[in-house]
Nanobody, 115 residues
Framework: QVRLVESGGGLVQPGGSLRLSCAAS????????MGWYRQAPGKQRELVAS???????NYPDSVKGRFTISRDNAKNTMYLQMNSLKPEDTAVYYC?????????WGQGTQVTVPS
């Protein structure tokens, strides 16, 4: 069974940094586009960053210049470097990937930036 497991969330002061990781495991023969999403209380889940298998990245304006997505294909792992964090970045962060042509979600990791 294919799984995605996030790690690296926590509590950080405004202006601080965190690095999230997302590791894929199981019987994997293909990983396509990977992405990070977040969901704050009472809000819809939104895309934070995505990266194709070829390394093309995409960010919404809300995080552009502060967040950097990357992936290590040899390790089946994706990262999200988050800098200059703001209280509005507080949310549960989920990783997502197309693995073996199916969409897989991680369980989520909490990121809290107090105001």
């Amino acid at each position: 069974q294919v799984r995605l497991v996030e790690s690296g969330g926590g509590l950080v002061q405004p202006g601080g940094s965190l690095r999230l990781s997302c590791a894929a495991s199981g019987s994997i023969f293909s990983i396509g586009t990977m992405g990070w999403y977040r969901q704050a209380p009472g809000k819809q889940r939104e895309l934070v960053a995505s990266i194709t298998s070829g390394g093309t990245t995409n960010y919404p304006d809300s995080v552009k210049g502060r967040f950097t997505i990357s992936r290590d294909n040899a390790k089946n792992t994706m990262y999200l470097q988050m800098n200059s964090l703001k209280p509005e970045d507080t949310a549960v962060y989920y990783c997502n990937a197309v693995i073996n042509y199916r969409v897989v979600w991680g369980q989520g990791t909490q990121v809290t930036v107090p105001s």
